[in-house]
């Protein structure tokens, strides 16, 4: 489909009156009449920013994937703003079982994180379009945490299928600006939210199936699911899980190129990492100072995660701050903001070091294996 060139333009919104309704509604105005004209808009949500259009119309949801280039075999997250827009998108006679014991895991874990990053797969209604599910029997939803998300949901009036807001195979924006950056001339408004809180994708659950599997991990951690799901299992591509088809992509989107900077990622890694990433990056140091100075004509760009392992800038070497103190929340936060700033500097490579796949490190990993194209360099 071609693509129509538009002039695009930032929504600023005043966080201090987040709270207002009718400040609100009249800064959102222009981004609500687009979504309920069956255009696409740029969405902050606590996430990554999403490209927001319609769930309930096909031609809407066509959009997005124009406007992303997105392979149409990926299906959609859908955004609702309250567990009553689950009707009209979950399979009626599943929502009519709500004394069941299915039911009430999925009760029990929106009670738990919603609103908040994460995603549940549930029996999809027929009337959510072919373009969203592609085609499968299962639909994600999910109710963002973020005021701006919310009330863009609230003010359209119908649930909101939205990608994050890159063009395909780009680090996800975290920043209206990123949006921008992608989709400029693409879409109309993008409405800006400010940085996103927690800056990975959610966590992607399949409860419909049993023990319960996160296909992606992100904002809510494994330890944090268990304690509502005590048999909830991480799907990983060397581990058998019980029940899930190992033929299959854990999610469909997982089997593209993803997050990927223009420049070759090199991850540094440990075999056995610590919890501590302070103590990983120096047990990595050696190996990174070694294959910084036997390439003293490359420009590289490095990530650091901690203020005692960082190197003199030199000519053709720089790096770029993730946080002083190796705190994972933060380093998730930052990194793909990170990943786009190393870019711009046209890098013939970008140095990262590998975190420890727990806690907030397995959504962390997740994403610079990919960004890496799951070439680990392993040094004890
Ligand atoms: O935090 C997020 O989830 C962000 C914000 C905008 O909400 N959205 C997001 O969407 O990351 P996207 O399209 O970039 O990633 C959605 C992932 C894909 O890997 C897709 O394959 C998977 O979720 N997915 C969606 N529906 C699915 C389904 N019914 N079954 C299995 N996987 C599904
Ligand atoms: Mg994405």
Request: with cysteine; hydrophobic share 40%; charged share 20%.
């Amino acid at each position: 489909m071609s693509q129509k060139v538009v002039l695009s333009r930032i929504i600023s919104v005043d966080r201090a009156r987040y709270n207002e309704t009718e400040y609100l509604t009249e800064a959102l105005s222009p981004a609500v009449e687009a979504l309920r004209a069956n255009q696409p808009v740029g969405m902050p949500t606590e996430t990554v920013y999403g490209l927001a259009a319609n769930a309930l119309k096909s031609e809407a949801v066509q959009q997005i994937y124009t406007v992303k280039n997105r392979p149409s075999d990926n299906p959609l997250i859908v955004h609702i703003c309250g567990a009553e827009m689950l009707s009209g998108l979950v399979d009626p006679a599943f929502l009519s079982q709500r004394d069941s014991q299915v039911w009430r895991r999925y009760q029990n874990v929106m009670d738990a994180f919603w609103p908040g990053p994460l995603t549940i797969l549930f029996p999809a209604a027929k009337e959510v379009p072919v373009v969203v599910t592609a085609g499968l029997k299962t639909v994600g939803i999910r109710f963002p945490s973020h005021p701006l998300s919310q009330a863009l949901i609230h003010q359209a009036g119908f649930p909101l299928a939205a990608p994050s807001a890159n063009l395909s195979g780009r680090p996800s924006p975290t920043t209206a600006h990123h949006v921008l950056t992608d989709l400029h001339g693409r879409i109309e408004w993008i409405v800006d939210g400010g940085s996103c809180a927690f800056g990975l994708e959610s966590t992607v659950l399949d409860l419909t199936i049993s023990p319960p599997v996160i296909l992606r991990p992100g904002g809510i951690t494994l330890q944090q699911l268990r304690q509502v799901l005590p048999d909830v299992v991480a799907h990983h591509k060397d581990n058998k899980v019980d029940g899930v088809d190992e033929s299959r992509p854990a999610t469909p989107g997982m089997k593209y190129k993803h997050y990927a900077p223009s420049a070759p990622v090199l991850l540094f890694a440990r075999r056995s990492p610590s919890l501590d990433a302070v103590e990983n990056s120096k047990a990595l140091l050696p190996a990174i100072k070694a294959y910084v100075d036997a390439h003293p004509s490359s420009a590289i760009v490095r990530l650091t995660v901690c203020k005692q392992t960082r190197l003199e800038p030199r000519e053709g070497y720089r790096e770029i701050v993730l946080t002083e103190d190796g705190d994972l929340a933060t380093i998730a936060q930052r990194l793909f903001g990170a990943l786009r700033e190393a870019d711009e500097q046209h890098p013939d490579v970008i140095i990262a070091e590998a975190t420890v796949e727990d806690a907030e490190g397995m959504a962390i990993m997740n994403r610079l294996s990919k960004a890496a194209g799951e070439v680990l360099h392993y040094f004890d």
